[in-house]
């Protein structure tokens, strides 16, 4: 006659031995946890910005014409310029402006001439500074001057941030690994971080 070994099941004892354990763990991890996710949206922020401007820079080479990127504050119908908004729109021409008219769709001929729109962050945890929320560039790739708003050729920058802690920096305070995007004149834009210095004081290539 067959015998069958009887399985021993799980002790209350031991589930919770087994979940004090899983829970010390999951607390433990917590704050680098947070840190890779706001890292992350930081990260997904910046790349989404420089697509966009590569986009506008792209469009103004093709059509050997004006092409604008600008930050907004939405992207529907209520939207402005804005230098803090987390948002973006490449539109063709050097004083067309997407103010109020964001929520329309795309179109090379239809004003506000709106040829690409985005959304580079939706999290409350990012902030967006920039020096000024719109560009232009000319045929050539190069900057140029924008009105609605005016615009003046310089250096632009675009800082994304954490809203929730402080970024790091060169003596290694902070806990969020922030980052810095730069339009020259020439109409080059690059995504560096603050934490490693400037170019002329730090030789790595991701120095600001």
């Known amino acids: 006659m067959l015998k069958f070994k009887t399985s021993r099941g799980v002790t209350l004892i031991e ?46 080479v093709k059509r050997n014409s004006s092409a604008r990127f600008q930050l907004t504050s939405t992207l529907d119908n209520d939207c402005a310029v804005d230098t803090s908004g987390k948002n973006w729109v490449v539109n063709l021409g050097a004083s067309n402006t997407p103010a109020g008219n964001c929520g329309d769709a795309t179109s090379d001929t239809v004003a506000p001439l709106m040829v690409q729109k985005s959304v580079a962050s939706t999290s409350t945890g990012i902030t967006v500074t920039a020096s000024q929320g719109v560009v232009s560039f000319n045929g050539l790739g190069q900057q140029t001057p924008a009105s609605n708003p005016t615009a003046t050729v ?29 339009v020259s ?24």
């Open 15 to 60: 589930l919770m031995v087994g979940l004090t354990i899983m829970a010390f763990l999951l607390l433990s991890g917590a704050p680098s946890l947070t840190e890779w996710i706001r890292n992350s949206q930081i990260r997904s922020a910046a790349e989404s910005i420089m697509t966009g401007l590569h986009h506008a820079r792209t469009e103004a």
């Open 185 to 208: 004149p020439a109409g080059q834009a690059r995504m560096c971080d603050p934490s490693m210095g400037t170019n002329a004081s730090n030789a790595q290539p991701t120095a600001c």
């Open 154 to 182: 310089g250096t632009m920058t675009i800082d994304v941030t954490s809203s929730s802690g402080a970024c790091l920096s060169s003596d290694g305070s902070g806990s969020f690994r922030c980052l810095r995007i730069v």
